[in-house]
């Protein structure tokens, strides 16, 4: 099957610091992105929608310049946390949809963790 | 944008006996799609069903779409050990939203 790489899996940064979270599919064009927050125990909460060359669509509540997610090829999109904080400590995942017969499954990066100290 | 309910939240069965997860909406969905998530892992696709009525198996498990297209249900039979893990019910639309996942854990 399709393969969705996410990098890094894990990250520790201090307050106030920006991370950037990167998601690749590595064997196929994926003409529109997910990006997730899940809690420990929970579900998968929407934050965005990014499709290749136009702005990502925010979930409501979701900070569009905290989170700020770029989806700059049919390849790669991006999700920066800017000025984070501990309470942005979470596990943040990307899936990713192809088109024709790949547009209907998605296919999950494998996550990233990460802790603001 | 559409949202669905999902239960149980958790269910602890021992090996050998039957599960089930349902997921509601109340409004009619044009699809719904089910993901396994296993511990520590990330959700893998399992299956999508479009048409009213559908049912689709896959070994011991069931999947089956309402009549109404507002609801779906997957049902395990004989519950193993590596079936444990959180099963998710998702919206496959433009936004992909996932129900809130009932967890399975499986005593052997």
């Known amino acids: 099957g399709a393969v969705v790489s996410q990098h890094p899996s894990w990250v520790i940064c201090k307050s106030g610091t920006s991370v950037k979270i990167e998601c690749r599919s590595l064997?196929?064009?994926?003409?529109?992105m997910f990006w997730y927050r899940q809690f420990p125990k929970q579900s998968l909460m929407l934050m965005a929608t990014?499709?290749?060359?136009?702005?990502?669509?925010?979930e409501q509540g979701v900070e569009k310049d905290k989170f700020l997610i770029n989806h700059a090829s049919l390849t790669l999109s991006t999700l920066t946390v800017t000025s984070a904080h501990p309470e942005d400590s979470s596990f943040y995942i990307c899936?990713?949809?192809?088109?024709?017969?790949?547009?209907?499954?998605?296919?999950f990066g494998q996550g990233t963790r990460l802790t603001v100290v | 944008g559409q949202q669905v309910m999902q239960i149980p939240q958790y269910q602890h069965v021992q090996e050998g006996e039957d599960f089930t997860t349902y997921c509601n909406s109340s409004?009619?969905?044009?699809?719904i799609q089910w993901y396994k998530q296993r511990p520590g892992g990330h959700p893998v696709f399992l299956i999508q069903?479009?048409?009213?009525?559908e049912v689709k198996k896959q070994k011991r498990l069931t999947f089956q779409f309402g009549e109404a297209k507002k609801n779906s249900s997957l049902h395990i039979t004989a519950t193993q050990t590596t079936d444990v893990g959180t099963y998710f019910c998702?919206?496959?639309?433009?936004?992909?939203?996932f129900g809130a996942g009932t967890r399975l854990t499986v005593k052997p």
């Open positions: 899936s990713a949809r192809g088109g024709g017969q790949l547009n209907t499954e998605a296919f």
């Open positions: 064997d196929f064009q994926a003409t529109t």
């Open positions: 990014s499709n290749e060359g136009s702005k990502a669509t925010y």
């Open positions: 409004t009619t969905l044009s699809n």
């Open positions: 069903l479009v048409k009213s009525g």
């Open positions: 998702a919206l496959g639309g433009d936004d992909m939203r």
